[in-house]
């Protein structure tokens, strides 16, 4: 979970595009909504990230993984 804080903290301060060219952001809820729906070992994608490691990410990590992708989809 460290290592993920430390990535996480980086790609803040990375610039980000311009606020006209992007869309809404992502919510914690969506996040977690989708987490909850994806099935137990299965893989969900190209990364193999099963479902039910997903779904063990607590309250800190679901609020790290919402920012992660939020990151991503900004940049």
């Known amino acids: 979970m460290y290592v993920?804080?430390?990535?996480?903290?980086?790609l803040n301060d990375q610039p980000t595009v311009d606020a006209d060219e992007k869309g809404p952001c992502i919510f914690q809820k969506e996040v977690e909504k989708s987490i909850k729906y994806m099935k137990d070992k299965k893989p969900t994608g190209d990364e193999d990230a099963l479902g039910?490691?997903?779904?063990?990410?607590?309250e800190e990590g679901l609020r790290l993984m919402t920012q992660l992708i939020n990151n991503i989809y900004e940049t």
Do not use: Q
């Not at 993920?4 to 903290?9: E, G, M, Q, R």
């Open 52 to 58: 039910d490691v997903l779904k063990l990410l607590g």
């Open 4 to 10: 993920l804080c430390n990535y996480i903290t980086e």
